[in-house]
């Protein structure tokens, strides 16, 4: 399957701690992308990173890619109560207009509990 | 507002039924895609659509089907309607044919209650 699976199933944690979410894959990728949702919304784009970057950088938000282990985590600095979501990582897009890649495949999520 | 826009937000509705779920993607985006999100079977995608075009089909079943308009906006329709059926149904949509640098921009989805 190209479905991505995080790890933990759910993290729980105090405002201002970090909050570190794994994302493993199973096939060749072109790009491995972060998705959050609140509950019972829909999903926010957080961030992607391509198959020949190993790191990169948004905000509080940091997302490191080994495509020799087939895996990628997400790293929330300083998390705030705000955080508390579902967080996914998601596999399969591609970028050319023409590509067949469209689709991605999404993992179960992390959930992750911010307590104030 | 993510600028994609879907309708209704919630339907209730009985087994044996059809449903319309509609979505409007983000101004100047070209591609489609639905998602059924449950608590099973997580995120699956169902189908894509290209400007007009059906791109890509996923786990979608016979007894729904979807179509993209000349103005974009994409229609899921789902009939015999099952329990299992009770889902989220989620429309999403890119520039391009794929999810692009910027990735998809999902709308805020649609809960459906089959009882």
């Known amino acids: 399957s190209q479905q991505g699976e995080e790890d933990p199933q759910a993290l729980s944690i105090q405002e201002g701690e970090n909050a570190t979410m794994n994302c493993s894959y199973k096939?060749?990728?072109?790009?491995l992308q972060w998705y959050r949702q609140n509950s019972g919304r829909g999903l926010v784009h957080l961030i992607l990173i391509r198959s020949n970057e190993r790191e990169k950088h948004s905000g509080r938000l940091r997302v490191t890619l080994d495509t020799s282990k087939k895996s990628s985590s997400l790293l929330i600095t300083a998390s705030r109560a705000a955080d508390t979501a579902s967080y996914f990582c998601a596999t399969g897009g591609g970028f050319d207009r023409g590509s067949t890649l469209g689709r991605l495949y999404f993992g179960r999520g992390t959930q992750l509990t911010v307590w104030p | 507002d993510s600028g994609v826009t879907q309708t209704p937000k919630h339907l209730i509705t009985a087994t044996g039924q059809r449903v319309t779920l509609r979505c409007s993607p983000r101004s100047g985006d070209l591609s489609v895609y639905w998602y059924q999100q449950s608590l099973d079977q997580g995120l699956q995608f169902l189908i894509q659509y290209y400007n007009g075009e059906e791109r890509a089909k996923g786990n979608i079943l016979e007894r729904f089907s979807a179509q993209q308009f000349p103005d974009l906006h994409s229609e899921l329709n789902l009939s015999s309607l099952e329990l299992g059926d009770s889902a989220l149904y989620f429309c999403?949509?890119?520039?391009?044919?794929?999810?692009?640098?910027?990735?998809?921009?999902f709308g805020s989805g649609t809960r459906l209650t089959v009882v």
């Open positions: 096939t060749s990728i072109n790009n």
């Open positions: 999403a949509s890119s520039v391009a044919g794929s999810s692009g640098a910027a990735g998809y921009t």
